[in-house]
């Protein structure tokens, strides 16, 4: 089967040009102008921006908080329609159980057969026995480059101390394995919490009061301190601050190989929204929390000058009333976690693209191309190049819509930019070269979605080889 993609304007991390795409089977096999090739199916592409499909390296399609469970792998559709064709999955390891076997038993479970857009995993330690750290050199045999640590949530079975960190990083360096941090400190959490809840501060807004900047910018620092000790590379998710973002960029430029990402929320959305009457303000419950405008603006700077690069959805999809009221007299007992991932390229591109605050090419490189190369899939994914997965989005900047949740593929009650105006949108996308959305539709298969194994010695390890 071949696809010739004609008159489109192809964005990249680093350029931008007019130029055809000629796909045979599932991968980009020429690229040039006026190709005359008699494809079996031929797409006009004019006025459209063809980017490569989005990699999401920070999504939750399994996260359980009690008894509330998110929306699993059979809303992955949303991700298509938003113009990412390859998610990265957390996966709690089980207790008394591997990282593999937790991740294996996941896969066969809940997303073999079900995913539509491909996907690969990140282990995250919940029992960190000597068995944990033994384990982890292996983990790149099995496609699983990176795994991720909690130094938030105390007394939750993923919180890690400082030990279990420093350990896994020691363990990871050798093998290539990436460690993540969510960068928290849980002891001051836990007292902040303690204290608003016995002062009758219940609400949603306390959430933020009880998780302030510096519980964030003290773990980061203290995590990065861990990295040097152990003389590893670091990957600090989701960075809210500009205080923790100067600390990553800071210990970068003294040398030390720490990188950071930041969420779609954190650019956008405030702290004002947890005040919103009739307990909305539980929709916008995540961690860490939002923040203010200063800091956005930060961190849109960082995007632009490289200090962090890459930008998630932090994908979690809780229901407002099924889920979300299970703390509506007790902001503690609020599950954390927005869904995103549909809105993630809308957002960055109203956001971020059409007010200046980054360029085509700095979107690509947050949405796509660098991500790819965290988790070692930029062999495959995250840039349109001869070789590559045909992963490729049409991307009409002329659209205009609003972001609502009676539209949205989530599968949840709400959208946290719900009432957006929003400029652009995916079109067209393709899953190796097959068509999975049309006119902003999805219109692919559940199960198309492929296992993509992560390859070790990701971009965190550029010059320690």
């Known amino acids: ?30 690229i040039g102008k006026n190709l005359d090739y008699k494809a079996a199916e031929i797409v006009d592409a004019k006025g459209m921006y063809v980017l490569p499909g989005g990699v999401d390296q920070h999504t939750h399609f399994s996260f359980k908080y009690g008894d509330a469970v998110v929306r699993g792998f059979e809303t992955s559709n949303a991700a298509a329609v938003g113009g990412t064709t390859t998610c990265i999955e957390f996966i709690n390891q089980l207790t008394g159980k591997s990282i593999t076997e937790s991740v294996r ?34 983990l790149p045999k099995q496609g699983i480059p990176t795994i991720k640590l909690f130094m938030a949530y105390k007394g939750a079975c993923y919180h890690s101390d400082d030990s279990a960190i420093f350990r896994a990083l020691q363990a990871s360096k050798d093998a290539g394995v990436t460690i993540m941090v969510h960068a928290e400190n849980a002891d001051l959490i836990d007292v902040l919490q303690k204290q608003c809840l016995a002062a009758g501060k219940t609400a949603p807004m306390y959430h933020a009061v009880s998780r302030p900047p510096l519980v964030e910018v003290e773990a980061t620092q203290r995590a990065i301190y861990l990295a040097e000790l152990a003389e590893a590379p670091l990957y600090v998710v989701h960075v809210t601050t500009k205080e923790s973002m100067e600390v990553v960029r800071n210990s970068y430029i003294k040398g030390v190989p720490v ?50 690069n890459a930008v998630s959805s932090d994908h979690c999809g809780f229901d407002w009333k099924e889920h979300k009221h299970m703390g509506f007299d007790d902001f503690t007992q609020i599950p954390n976690g927005a869904p995103g991932i549909e809105n993630r390229l809308g957002v960055l591109w109203t956001a971020g693209v059409e007010t200046g605050k980054i360029s085509r090419q700095k979107l ?8 790819a190369k965290i988790n070692g899939l930029s062999d495959r994914k995250g840039h349109i190049g001869v070789g590559y997965d045909a992963d490729i989005v049409l991307f009409d900047p002329k659209w205009r819509g609003t972001i609502s949740a009676k539209t949205s593929l989530q599968g949840v009650d709400y959208n946290a930019y719900e009432g957006m105006e929003q400029s652009g949108r995916a079109d067209k996308v393709f899953l190796r ?3 999975i959305v049309d006119e902003g539709k999805f219109i692919g298969q559940k199960g198309q979605g492929q296992f993509i194994k992560g390859k070790p010695f990701g971009l965190c390890y550029e010059g320690l080889k």
């Not at 008159?7 to 130029?19: C, F, P, R, S």
């Not at 650019?267 to 929204?273: A, P, R, Y």
């Not at 009457?277 to 419950?285: C, I, L």
Request: overall charge negative.
């Open 1 to 30: 089967m071949s696809l010739l993609i004609k008159n489109g304007t192809i964005v990249t991390a680093v350029d931008e040009y007019q130029a055809d795409i000629l796909v045979e089977g599932e991968q980009i096999t020429t």
């Open 105 to 138: 038993k996941f896969e066969q479970e809940k997303v073999s057969g079900i995913a539509m857009v491909d996907y690969s995993f990140h282990g995250v330690v919940t029992d960190p026995t000597d068995e944990l750290f033994e384990e982890i050199p292996t």
């Open 259 to 308: 990188y950071g990402e930041t969420c779609t929320h954190y650019l956008t959305l405030g702290k004002e929204n947890l005040s919103k009457p009739d307990f909305e303000g539980a929709k916008y419950v995540c961690s860490p929390a939002l923040r203010t405008p200063e800091h956005h603006e930060a961190l849109w700077e960082a995007l632009r000058k490289g200090w962090l």
């Open 364 to 371: 690509v490189d947050v949405f796509a191309t660098t991500p």
């Open 433 to 435: 070269g097959k068509l």
